[in-house]
């Protein structure tokens, strides 16, 4: 078989989910902050090895909608961020199946093209800019905005934690109305998170502000991860500080798994947090 149609059967998952969201909207309707090239779509990389779809050079920052089926939606939306180390975005695995799954549960998800490579604080502004994008909106889609979560993957899970951390912190000058509105997530969800124990001594990373206004999280992680002790560190700091948490860490499943079969840590992960999510109280 040519190289071309095994690149092109590679990418038919990823074309299937792209078709089902039901909006794109982009972040920035000027200049993008801190940017000074032209804006394009994002690049898939040739590596699409485990059927990953990886997306580098966003320029453009932009949310995708999957809104719930109205018949059994909630009030609630989550803010989904992909990882990929802050150089790619596994925006398949860790985006477009993620929305799915929260849409089978009831919950209108948005993914988060958010910018790489190696822009960290260009990300932190983009999610905090999707978090008032959506609060703004909430009506358009039934949401409460007061019920707008965030959740992250490995990368994406250490720009969750930065944005439930750092809502308070202004990164951008505001573009319009929606960046009166808070950045705070009502709750975050770090699956397999990275980069939160880059304190001395592997203590919690130092920019990660955690108080009794932090929002609730659930965390899931395992032992044989590179970066497992992340997640335990991040739940030592929230149990300090009062926050509602609740973690689970698990011997084996390594990262990167997102939910798919045959990984042992990928089966157990998303029905406990679906059960976190449906008696999270949200303050």
Not at 18 to 42: D, F, M, N, S
Not at 226 to 252: P, Q, W
Not at 257 to 264: E, F, M, V
Not at 271 to 280: G, Y
């Amino acid at each position: 078989m040519k190289p071309f149609i095994i690149f092109m059967l590679m990418l038919a998952p990823y074309a299937m989910t792209q078709a089902q969201h039901k909006e794109t909207i982009h972040l920035w309707p000027g200049a993008v902050p801190g940017e000074t090239g032209a804006r394009h779509p994002a690049v898939a990389t040739p590596d699409t090895s485990n059927s990953v779809v990886r997306l580098t050079d966003v320029t453009d920052p932009v949310l995708e909608v999957y809104p719930a089926n109205p018949a059994h939606a909630k009030n609630i939306g989550v803010i989904v961020c992909p990882g990929g180390s802050y150089s790619i975005l596994a925006i398949n695995l860790e985006g477009y199946e993620i929305a799915k799954w929260l849409n089978q549960l009831g919950y209108t998800a948005f993914v988060l093209q958010y910018r790489v490579p190696k822009k960290e604080a260009g990300a932190l502004q983009d999610a905090q800019r999707a978090m008032r994008i959506v609060r703004s909106r909430a009506k358009e889609w039934k949401l409460d905005p007061e019920k707008i979560g965030m959740m992250g993957f490995s990368a994406g899970g250490s720009l969750t934690a930065r944005t439930s951390t750092q809502y308070n912190v202004k990164t951008y000058t505001p573009v319009d109305k929606a960046d009166s509105l808070s950045a705070r997530p009502a709750f975050g969800m770090l699956i397999y998170p990275a980069y939160l124990d880059k304190g001395e001594g592997r203590k919690l990373t130092p920019e990660l502000t955690i108080d009794k206004q932090t929002p609730p999280m659930f965390l899931f992680a395992t032992a044989d991860d590179y970066f497992g002790n992340s997640a335990l560190v991040m739940a030592g700091a929230l149990r300090d500080a009062g926050v509602a948490v609740e973690l689970h860490f698990y011997a084996k499943g390594g990262h990167g798994y997102g939910l798919r079969p045959g990984n042992s840590a990928a089966e157990v992960w998303p029905s406990l947090a679906a059960k976190w999510m449906e008696h999270l109280n949200i303050r």
